[in-house]
T-cell receptor, first 115, second 111 residues
Framework: EAQVTQNPRYLITVTGKKLTVTCSQN?????MSWYRQDPGLGLRQIYY???????DKGDVPEGYKVSRKEKRNFPLILESPSPNQTSLYFC??????????????FGDGTRLSIL | DQQVKQNSPSLSVQEGRISILNCDYT??????FLWYKKYPAEGPTFLIS?????DKNEDGRFTVFLNKSAKHLSLHIVPSQPGDSAVYFC??????????FGKGTKLTVNP
């Protein structure tokens, strides 16, 4: 089954304690991205990756890091989490090339609470 | 500056009637538009899309209309069903890998 898998689904942690949210896709997609969803603000892109070892900032990258060492994985790293990073996070992937604007496949989300 | 706007945070319709969700955009360079549906505790799922070279795309009960001169698109759901109750996101892209999303409209279809 084609899917994007995020872990953990839920996490409560404290300010300053480094955490990593993993994302893995099994569709051999080149493009992967991270979004955060906040009430009244919709989905905002944090980082994206066009392919292995190629990453770039989205609209709200401050406080986040990513890496893309393998095609299937795109972890989101919060080196020193702060309460304003409490949010619902989504990872997404899609194929590059072909029709412009190909739809992205989203994971089921990770709800982070930073106390 | 919000490039994709969904000005109605919520919409309520009766089962069997038409649901019309609206989206406005400011960037005339956008050339592809998509609608996503999101249920609670799930990620968004792709619903329907339209290229800027078209003004209408239909898929079963779902039709998306694009008015480029007005920079406006709409999603019509006919007939609406209770299972359509979800948050709908409009998104746009311009020849790049990045999608710009609106804030979403919560649709409630009442039985």
């Amino acid at each position: 089954e084609a899917q994007v898998t995020q872990n953990p689904r839920y996490l409560i942690t404290v300010t300053g304690k480094k955490l990593t949210v993993t994302c893995s896709q099994n569709m051999n997609h080149e493009y992967m991205s991270w979004y955060r969803q906040d009430p009244g603000l919709g989905l905002r892109q944090i980082y994206y990756s066009m392919n292995v070892e190629v990453t770039d900032k989205g609209d709200v990258p401050e406080g986040y890091k990513v890496s893309r060492k393998e095609k299937r994985n795109f972890p989101l790293i919060l080196e020193s989490p702060s309460p304003n990073q409490t949010s619902l996070y989504f990872c997404a992937s899609r194929r590059r090339g072909g029709r412009v604007g190909q739809p992205q496949h989203f994971g089921d989300g990770t709800r982070l609470s930073i106390l | 500056d919000q490039q994709v706007k969904q000005n109605s945070p919520s919409l309520s319709v009766q089962e069997g009637r038409i649901s019309i969700l609206n989206c406005d955009y400011t960037n005339s360079m956008f050339d592809y538009f998509l609608w996503y549906k999101k249920y609670p505790a799930e990620g968004p799922t792709f619903l329907i899309s339209i290229s800027s070279i078209k003004d209408k795309n239909e898929d079963g009960r779902f039709t998306v209309f694009l008015n480029k001169s007005a920079k406006h698109l709409s999603l019509h759901i006919v007939p609406s069903q209770p299972g359509d109750s979800a948050v709908y996101f409009c998104a746009a892209s311009f020849r790049s890998e990045k999608l710009v999303f609106g804030k979403g409209t919560k649709l409630t279809v009442n039985p």
